[in-house]
């Protein structure tokens, strides 16, 4: 019986080791991060690296507002991921209503196939369509060319929903005498809650981290956070402590939102299955 | 025989009124439901994807058989840029490099993120911090994480070599030698796309009944065997279409190569998608790397229609 009790125990310790051996790449990453951007100059190019920043400093989040334009860059990425965000809205989550009640599965097929061709290839033809527009310069192509990432995952995310949602309170409601838009907006809108808050954190996200766009489509003045953080930063300063306090801000909302939107999060993509980008 | 005829009428005259009203019910349920009703909720989205997304597939397919620089006159030249593909080293390098990339993002992921899913399975303390901590790598901006990485892959103040001195390995070239910049690479994928893994077959052992475990139980396997011979085969589809999509991912893979190692040294880690912006964006060269994306694309669209059937017969069953 003792033998039994040890081994329980044993055993105990062992998963908890794996967990922990599966958590500390993470870990390692994300704490290193942290630790650059709280150094000075010096730890940072310390070796042996100097683990934890004695005394803390926020110098360098300071350096990073007052040497580069980053509060612009900041409000750049706002207003393209809230932008692409909401327009995948507005037009993605009655098109999942409507896919969803046509079963029209040759729609669906052709937004699981936007969402898995690589993102350079469209590129390519838009780059050339917004130099012809001229519409260079302005924050328009981002806000257009991400559209290409939030309105296939909005969709996506809503057929399933949608999917899932008894049919009869929208029949009762057709029969009432309601017209389908009413039945839409007052019905099956009010159910669909759940998967459009998830719809939104995903386009979100996967909005506000890409880079591919913003590289090839953003001038000096329209650069978003990722690409700001790439251009300004690795070129024309290569040091240490801004550049990881810079990577950490850019990451932070990000990191945030998963934080408090983990179920949602962990819904979206185990039923939606496939990242955007 | 009139009262007969009366009473067998009237019978008949209901049954007539409820047949008539049940297809009157019906059509007018029908017009309401008919598909064309609904395409006023799909045609903006409609527009909108034909614009950005179809557009774009077609105009790519039109520039692949022209000779399209910037700032030079477009002309015809018919398949030449897909002869240049076939006699096209680099271009040929590209493709086996990316599905080297390809083969060990794809195992790695998945090893280890069955292993978590099936840790993540328990009922343990701490395991929403846990597993918050374990898709942190996903959600983050992969712009930020690659640029840390690139800073611990220092061959002299690197972290990572600090580390591995410190038990006693000797140092790694990491992202600094042709032979080993493809691993590293794929390190950070397995980094960050194994919580997608886990996540997915997660979702599929969440979904599992209980009675076979029980069953198994008082038949005394074990925990092993439990693995091996339930969970395993019951979340197979769960496995293949997270390795389907892996297999997408891990194919169109660019923001942390392009951070960390640029293609290079030399040529060394530059893939399909590096090689095809490097053309489009770097030597302007629209034509060709029209011809690759279509290349690129059909290789893709081969997969991702693996992925749709494997969905539709899930729902199905």
Not at chain 1, 241 to 250: C, K, N, Y
Not at chain 2, 65 to 78: A, E, K, L
Not at chain 2, 163 to 184: C, E, K, M, Q, R
Request: with cysteine; hydrophobic share 55%; glycine share 6%.
């Amino acid at each position: 019986m003792n033998a039994l009790a040890m081994r329980r125990i044993a055993g105990r310790i062992g998963f908890y080791f794996c967990v922990f051996l599966l958590i500390s790449p993470a870990l390692l990453v994300f704490l290193w991060m942290l630790s650059l951007s709280l150094k000075n100059e010096v730890d940072n190019m310390a070796f042996p690296p100097v683990f934890i920043p004695n005394p803390p400093t926020l110098a360098n989040f300071i350096d990073v507002f007052e040497k580069n334009d980053f509060l612009s860059y900041s409000i750049n990425s706002v207003i393209v991921s809230f932008s692409a965000t909401g327009l995948a809205l507005l037009i993605g989550v009655p098109a999942g209503f409507g896919i969803a009640k046509t079963k029209a599965t040759r729609a669906a097929a052709l937004v699981m196939i936007a969402r898995v061709t690589p993102g350079l290839s469209y590129l390519i033809p838009l780059f050339l369509m917004f130099q012809f527009l001229e519409l260079s310069g302005t924050l328009w192509p981002l806000v257009i060319t991400h559209l290409v990432i939030t309105v296939p995952i909005v969709v996506w995310v809503m057929i399933g929903f949608f999917e899932g949602l008894p049919g009869e309170l929208e029949e009762a409601a057709l029969v009432d005498g309601a017209t389908i838009w009413q039945a839409f907006r007052h019905v099956a809108l009010p159910l669909a809650r759940p998967g459009i808050t998830v719809s939104t954190i995903l386009a979100f996200i996967f909005s506000w981290n890409n880079f591919i766009f913003g590289v090839v489509l953003s001038g000096r003045e329209t650069r978003t956070l990722p690409v700001a953080v790439y251009n300004v930063l690795t070129f024309e300063q290569v040091s240490w402590g801004p550049l990881a306090a810079a990577a950490l801000l850019v990451t932070a909302p990000v990191l945030v939102l998963t934080l408090f939107a983990q179920k949602q999060i962990v819904a979206g993509l185990t039923a939606g299955g496939v990242k955007g980008g | 025989v009139d009262a007969t005829g009366e009473n067998g009428a009237e019978p008949a005259g209901m049954s007539a009124a409820v047949e008539s009203a049940a297809p009157a019910a019906t059509a007018v349920r029908r017009g309401r439901n008919y598909a064309r009703n609904y395409w006023p909720f799909i045609f903006p989205a409609g527009v909108v994807v034909a614009a950005i997304i179809v557009f774009p597939w077609v105009f790519t397919l039109y520039m692949s058989v022209h000779d399209w620089h910037i700032g030079s006159p477009v002309t015809f030249v018919g398949a030449a840029n897909y002869q240049r593909l076939l006699t096209d080293e680099r271009f040929q390098w590209s493709i086996l490099r990316t599905l080297y990339f390809t083969t060990l993002a794809v195992f790695f992921p998945m090893v280890i993120g069955i292993a978590a899913a099936v840790c993540f399975a328990r009922n343990f303390m701490f395991r929403g911090i846990a597993r918050t901590i374990f898709i942190m790598p996903m959600m983050a901006t992969p712009v930020a994480v690659a640029l840390v990485w690139t800073m611990m892959f220092h061959p002299q103040l690197g972290v990572l070599n600090y580390l591995l001195t410190s038990v006693g390995i000797p140092p790694f070239t990491w992202v600094y030698d042709a032979n080993t910049v493809i691993p590293t690479l794929v390190m950070v994928e397995t980094w960050q796309w194994t919580p997608l893994v886990m996540l997915i077959v997660l979702g599929g052992l969440a979904s599992l009944p209980q009675d076979p475990y029980e069953a198994a139980k008082l038949d005394g396997a074990n925990g092993w065997q439990c693995f091996w011979h339930i969970s395993l085969p019951l979340v197979w589809p769960h496995i293949i279409v997270a390795m389907v999509i892996r297999t997408i991912d891990a194919l169109k893979a660019f923001d942390t190569i392009f951070v960390i190692s640029n293609g290079g040294p030399g040529t060394a880690s530059e893939t399909m998608n590096l090689l095809l912006y490097l053309e489009a964006f770097s030597f302007y060269d629209m034509g060709y790397a029209s011809a690759i994306v279509v290349v690129f694309f059909i290789i893709i669209l081969m997969i991702s229609l693996v992925l749709f059937s494997v969905r539709q017969r899930e729902r199905m069953a």
